[in-house]
């Protein structure tokens, strides 16, 4: 799959994300959408991939996978730190 129909979370305003979601699937007619998360942003990850399928397109999307992982990078202090992340793969119905 495309890496343009991936939604990376972070810090913006919730709903933004749940747009994006949505946006992917009605103007761009794509088939699948990735949402992405690492750390702290994995719950938030999870409340837009079920707000934009439960609430904004009500049975025309479902869940197809999650897959969960961890990643290991050095931080400013020159430490090794694992992070978890998140992808939740949406898919029309």
Do not use: W
Request: charged share 30%; proline share 1%; no cysteine.
């Amino acid at each position: 799959m495309a890496d343009d129909n991936s939604i990376f979370i972070g810090g913006k305003p919730f709903m933004n994300y749940v747009t994006g979601v949505v946006m992917q699937f009605t103007t761009k007619n794509a088939k699948e959408v990735v949402v992405k998360a690492r750390g702290k942003f994995i719950s938030r990850a999870v409340d837009v991939a079920e707000v934009a399928s439960k609430r904004f397109l009500q049975d025309t999307v479902q869940l197809k996978d999650v897959k969960i992982d961890s990643e290991e990078f050095e931080n400013k202090e020159g430490k090794q730190v694992r992070v978890s992340t998140i992808e939740i793969l949406l898919k029309k119905k």
